[in-house]
């Protein structure tokens, strides 16, 4: 690429988009992306190049195609080298911000359409998988060492799935090579079913149990069925990210409802109900809770059944974590306590099988249907769109759900979930300035930061800073949709040797880190 055309097109783009160089400088260090002022200045005058990955960053902030922008596409063409006065003139054909596609020139003289993603996404975050975790992979093809401990999936660090689940799928690998019955097949669900009796969920029959490629995939169903632009639905904060995602995604308005700290992180009943209009449609609970650990007991449930009946609201619930309660604890499933409404209850063999790839969950429809019966109807219809969900996933549901329960024996005294949050509790508390509350399910702890101390004004920049650094991986409290810059989420799956490491790391990160502004 040349230097000339690459400065010639970068300061058309900036001009066009209104951006000066400390503003790339800015949007860079917002990304993870290292670009000082004096980069800038040199792509600017044309004395040196970026490379590849801060290419397709200046693309992106500038909206245009890196292609088009380091002059790939024909720079050394006499037709290209007649498109560089149009550029000097800032007229280069870098798009304007709401335009899904635009033309750019190529080779032939002629013009190029590019693609933008839909506008439908400007506002979903998914950040489990997102900017801090981008810069870990470039730190990692780099050759660096990451400790990841930003996804709650149990397989990398050692879980096993039970031997009897991987025997009967391949047994019945070779009956499972067509499509099932949408809603899955007959035997997974009438395992599930009889699962819903043992958890005390009424009004359910086979009918009302439909399987889905991990409970990811019908979740996004029940929003994309249920939202209508400007619909409103109650989800927590902080929150299991995908939930607020996929209700923007539908069109709907996620209206977050705070989950207290104070309170061993419980739902607020007080804010729920100040934050329910006449478009609230339904609310969503996460129980046990990704990212707090929180188990909800049953006084909470019932007073969040009696707001739901108050205001004829849908309850979903995701229960995915119900098999992983600590310290003899019950879990409640709230569609128990409801069967006079309307209730969606979610799980699936990914944490408690560990199992998280084969992709294999299930929604359950409980109490009164009576009327839902469009709401169904549009289930059914996007639930048939998809054809069906994994077959061979859904070949050992009945074996999972039935028999010893292995992973029963990880959750007590002694097995390795139980052991590993005994130790990162008390490693993080012990941390000067991070407290947190003990977390009773699923292996996620929620730590609070003294932003004081540390002076922290933005949390995915400690992200940031703390994985530069340490070579750590976590996600920061607004991944979660948290709006205070004071949490982060650590996935406590690794043995204990590793967390010791991961924690004395944090710690020594820690004892000096004060947040540059
Ligand atoms: C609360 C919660 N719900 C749903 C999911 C997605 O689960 P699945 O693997 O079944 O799609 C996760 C995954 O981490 C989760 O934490």
Redesign the pocket.
Do not use: Q
């Given at each position: 690429m040349s230097k000339e055309l690459f400065a010639q097109r970068l300061k058309a783009s900036m001009e066009k988009q209104h951006m000066k160089q400390i503003d790339l400088v800015r949007a860079a260090e917002t990304r993870g992306i290292k670009l000082g002022k004096s980069h800038v200045s040199q792509y600017v005058s044309g004395k040196t190049l970026p490379r590849a990955d801060v290419l397709h960053f200046l693309a992106d902030a500038l909206h245009t195609d890196p292609d088009w922008l380091s002059g790939m596409n024909g720079s050394e063409t006499a037709a290209e080298a007649q498109m560089e006065p149009k550029a000097q003139n800032g007229q280069a054909p870098a798009p304007d911000k709401p335009a899904d596609i635009q033309k750019n020139s190529n080779p032939g003289g002629k013009t190029m359409r590019t693609f933008k993603k839909s506008s439908k996404l400007d506002n979903v975050l998914y950040d489990v998988r997102g900017p801090v975790v981008e810069e870990a992979n470039r730190m990692e093809e780099e050759g660096t060492n990451v400790l990841k401990l930003n996804i709650?999936n149990p397989a990398p660090f050692g879980f096993r799935t039970p031997d009897e689940v991987i025997y009967d799928m391949r047994q019945q690998l070779t009956d499972c090579e067509g499509y099932s019955a949408a809603k899955g097949l007959f035997a997974a669900r009438k395992a599930i079913m009889q699962y819903a009796q043992l958890k005390n969920i009424p009004n359910v029959t086979i009918n009302d149990i439909y399987t889905g490629n991990?409970?990811?995939e019908l979740?996004n169903l029940c929003m994309s069925a249920l939202l209508d632009t400007g619909d409103e639905i109650l989800i927590p904060s902080p929150d299991?990210p995908?939930w607020t995602a996929c209700a923007t995604l539908a069109g709907g308005t996620a209206v977050h409802y705070i989950c207290d700290e104070q309170s061993e992180w419980y739902p607020d009943i007080d804010d729920i109900k100040k934050k329910i209009t006449d478009r609230t449609k339904a609310i969503v609970l996460?129980n046990p809770n990704?990212p707090t650990g929180a188990l909800y007991p049953r006084e909470v449930l019932q007073k969040i059944v009696d707001v739901a009946r108050e205001h004829q609201l849908i309850i979903f619930s995701?229960e995915?974590?119900d098999r992983l309660v600590m310290d003899g604890e019950e879990h409640v499933s709230i569609a128990s306590l409801a069967p006079d409404l309307f209730c969606v209850t979610f799980s699936?063999l990914?944490k408690s099988h560990m199992i998280?790839g084969f992709?294999i969950?299930w929604m359950i429809l409980s109490g009164n249907k009576r009327h839902v019966k469009d709401y169904i109807e549009g289930l059914n219809m996007l639930s048939n769109m998809r054809l069906c969900s994994n077959v061979p996933a859904q070949s050992i549901v009945q074996t999972a759900l039935g028999g010893h329960q292995s992973v029963k024996d990880y959750i007590v005294p002694g097995g390795r979930i139980y052991e590993q949050r005994e130790f990162i509790y008390k490693a993080l508390t012990d941390i000067p300035g991070v407290t947190a509350v003990k977390p009773k399910a699923a292996f996620y702890i929620f730590p609070k930061l003294d932003t004081k101390k540390f002076n922290i004004v933005n949390d995915e920049q400690f992200a940031l800073d703390l994985l530069r650094e340490k070579k750590i991986l976590i996600i920061h409290g607004g991944g979660f949709n948290w709006k205070q810059p004071d949490h982060f989420r650590v996935v406590y799956l690794p043995r204990i040797e590793i967390l010791e490491k991961a924690a004395t790391k944090i710690g020594d990160f820690l004892s000096t880190y004060q947040q540059q502004i």
């Open positions: 709650g991990g409970v990811s979740i299991y995908l996460i990704n995701d995915i974590y699936g990914s998280a992709r969950g």
